[in-house]
């Protein structure tokens, strides 16, 4: 039972436009939410997160909006560069019942053309 | 600071033998969670460490896998009787409480 999905298992995007990857979850208990970024051969490394009381968090060239009622979040990354070239993996845990275990989608690789 | 360490960073052993993988989490973190990805897979959780609180276990497969957290600090993650689909890259995270957790670089196993 997969309770977070990332469709998308690929992304290619120019430099300089937007790049937008998705997440889909069906566990309503869910109240934080996460996307990291991953190279290969290295951990993957925090980007940003949400918590389930807010529908938007902005850090830089990367913003993350949350639909609770279609239990959707996204990751905008604008503008993409080349260097944003990783696979993305979004995440989801309850806090309040479970701590920090995080539970992740397959992950979405970007590709960032020059 | 120092980030999450874990070692080693590559272990190749045969069916049948056991083996431990190590994590030093950062300073002060009072969680601790391991996680694998097989290739091709995303990142499947296995255990979680929160302070004195007894670990959840629901993620290890099997009971060949278990994992201690001495003092509080560093885990030794131990895989008895390995099997070739034991095969992953091996992760360990920690946090602060109801913080985002940070990963350290992994551990490669490979089982021959």
């Known amino acids: 039972d997969q309770q977070v999905k990332q469709n998308s298992p690929s992304l290619s995007v120019q430099e300089g436009r937007i790049s937008i990857l998705n997440c889909d979850y069906t566990n309503s208990m869910f109240d934080y939410f996460l996307w990291y970024k991953k190279y290969p051969a290295e951990g993957p490394t925090f980007l940003i997160s949400i918590s389930s009381i807010k529908d938007k968090n902005e850090d830089g060239r990367f913003t993350v909006f949350l639909n609770k009622s279609a239990k959707h979040l996204s990751l905008h990354i604008v503008p993409s560069q080349p260097g944003d070239s990783a696979v993305y993996f979004c995440a989801a845990s309850m806090i309040y019942n479970q701590g920090g275990k995080l539970i992740f989608g397959q992950g979405t690789e970007l590709s960032v053309k020059p | 600071g120092a980030g999450v360490s874990q070692s080693p960073s590559n272990k190749v052993t045969e069916k049948g033998k056991d083996v431990e993988l190590r994590c030093d989490p950062i300073s002060g973190h009072t969680a601790l969670y391991w996680y694998r990805q097989s290739l091709g897979q995303g990142l499947e959780f296995l255990i979680y460490?929160?302070?004195?609180?007894?670990?959840?276990k629901s993620g290890l497969p099997s009971d060949r896998f278990s994992a201690e957290r001495t003092g509080g600090s560093v885990s030794t993650l131990t895989i008895q009787r390995t099997q070739q689909e034991d095969s992953a890259v091996y992760l360990c995270?920690?946090?602060?409480?109801?913080?985002?957790?940070?990963f350290g670089p992994g551990t490669r196993l490979t089982v021959t």
């Open positions: 460490f929160q302070g004195n609180s007894a670990p959840d």
């Open positions: 995270a920690s946090s602060s409480s109801g913080r985002a957790s940070y």
